[in-house]
């Protein structure tokens, strides 16, 4: 009911939502409570063309109506900001991770609805593989009167980042990043050690030979 002594931990909240602390209430990426600004995902308008090219000059001017869409691009979706009542209503569930408000190196998660029998209902849901598969992003909502409980995931709030990087990720980073430079480098290094190794053993090979 109450956040513990130590907050140098990672945090779970299973809990109603008027009953989880007002500093982590607020600080999760969507308003769970009371009508105000909320982020939603909005997709870009498709691109789209005409199956008939028209090469007329008058084409040049006057672009024909497109009727082919042709490409959705679903990774540049942006987040617009609305002003509505809460979505989070009775009859739902949320998962919810986000950034520690109290400290920037812990992480929250919350599972949370507005009632008891909710309540129940969201933690017996969170063993259907369905509802398992579906958690993506670091929001959820769990539909408790469907009978499939479908579950509809989001990206809401801001990336963060927790720890220190190591050596390993580091260089995953720049391999996924940058591929072209990164082979290159490779391929530098790997003909620098065999011209090492070749110069080590024509020394070798001629020391050999002189009798030193």
Known sequence: MDTPASEDKDLIFVSQTDTIPSSFREAAPINLTTPGPIKMPHLGRPKGNCENENNSLLSKFFHPRQNKITQVDIEESKLV?????????QGRGACIEF???KDKNRSVFMLTAQNQEDMAKTGQALWDPRVQASLRGDTAFI???DPELDTRSFRLGDNYY????????????????????FIGVIVVLCFSLAMLLYMLLRARNKRRLTGD
């Open 162 to 181: 927790l720890g220190k990087v190591s050596p390993i990720p580091f260089m995953d980073y720049y391999a996924n990043t940058y591929p072209v430079w």
């Open 81 to 89: 900001i609305l002003r509505a009542d809460p979505v989070f209503i």
């Open 143 to 145: 539909n408790l009167t």
């Open 99 to 101: 950034q520690n408000p």
